[in-house]
């Protein structure tokens, strides 16, 4: 019986691991299907706190991972495909065996949809991103697309203004699924162009691992060309991890856990941390700061009950 189960080794559940760790509560962290979270799939992260050169993502989130095991976190690998919430004490099976835990954090994350290519998967991180607030910098005076046709992928191109030299979204529809509102700010501002109906059929140049240039196709005509461009942002949406936790934790259409106020859900002994629960932020220092608050409502929560 553990005193507390971390689903995650990203930012969010790798922190909530020091600081459960320090607080003598053992936890156990449960690495899941990408140990060491998004942060792992980038290269350089130039907004997290106190790395003025910026640092590596995977070694970022390793090093938090060290921290806690420093402190006595211990790591598993596995992912958990079921969970019993009904009642406490917790148990969750992570591939073929149960364990039982008084409490939870539940920080599994949301995975970015992709197009699925493999030429942009391969060139995740090399000038193919899905985050602007992270990336847009790296792309000042450049060419840049965005790909998508939603409410994200309006708000990414118009933020993405601010660096490139010009911002071209690519739609496989004519019609936009984005708010009016959201559609209109993208049509007004002069930097941003469209394509509609249109696909991408490849991303250049996985040889010299930078984004160069995308093959493109008029999905109507069959019509097929090639588009110089530096940074590809796919703005299609998120996954949240939670298919083990349905029908218990609450969730949003989407599948986001719903908060219940602090890292809180709506079970007690239950709490959430990072993107799984934030659809707004999405960011490695925001992950890292839900899962600290996640670990001190743990402990809080333990101790009330005597542990
Ligand atoms: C390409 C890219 C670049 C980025 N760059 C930046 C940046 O420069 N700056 C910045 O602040 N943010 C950046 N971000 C965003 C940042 O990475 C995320 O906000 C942050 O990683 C969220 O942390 P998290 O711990 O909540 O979730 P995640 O990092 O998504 O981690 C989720 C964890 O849960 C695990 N998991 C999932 N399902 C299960 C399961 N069933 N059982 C067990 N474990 C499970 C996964 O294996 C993973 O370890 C970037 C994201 C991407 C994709």
Not at 6 to 16: D, K, P, R, V, Y
Request: hydrophobic share 40%; net charge negative.
């Amino acid at each position: 019986m553990r005193d507390v189960i971390i689903i995650g080794s990203g930012c969010a559940g790798n922190t909530a691991a020091v600081y459960a760790a320090r607080a003598n509560l053992k936890p156990l962290v449960v690495a899941g299907h990408e140990p060491g979270g998004q942060l792992s799939i980038t290269t350089l992260v130039e907004n997290f706190p106190g790395f003025p050169e910026g640092v590596d993502g995977p070694v970022l989130v390793e090093n938090i991972k060290k921290q806690a095991e420093h402190f006595g976190a211990e790591y598993l690998h596995g992912s958990v495909v079921e969970a019993d919430l009904s009642k406490r004490p917790f148990r969750l099976l992570i591939d073929n065996e149960w364990h039982e835990t008084r409490t939870l954090i539940v920080a599994s994350g949301a995975s970015a949809r992709w197009l699925n290519l493999p030429s942009e998967q391969k060139l995740i991180g090399h000038g193919v991103s899905s985050c602007a607030t992270c990336d847009g910098f790296f792309y000042r005076g450049k060419k840049i697309m965005v790909i998508g046709g939603g409410d994200t992928a309006m708000e990414e191109a118009n933020f993405l203004t601010r660096f490139g030299e010009e911002i071209t979204i690519v739609h496989r529809r004519e019609e936009f699924r984005a708010s009016k509102i959201m559609l209109d700010r993208a049509r007004n501002n002069p930097k941003i162009k469209f394509l509609t109906n249109t696909v991408v059929d490849e991303v250049h140049d996985v040889e010299k691992k930078i984004v160069t240039s995308v093959k493109l196709r008029n999905w109507r005509t069959n019509e097929t060309w090639k588009r110089d461009v530096d940074g590809f942002f796919v703005a299609i949406g998120h996954i949240p991890n939670t298919a083990a936790f349905l029908g218990q934790l609450d969730l949003d259409p989407d599948g986001y856990v719903i908060s219940h106020g602090g890292a809180k859900t709506n079970i007690q002994g239950v709490f959430h941390a990072g993107d799984v629960q934030d659809r707004v932020y999405r960011q490695a220092i925001t992950a890292a700061g839900a899962g600290c608050m996640a670990a001190i409502e743990v402990e809080r929560f333990l101790e009330a009950e005597g542990h």
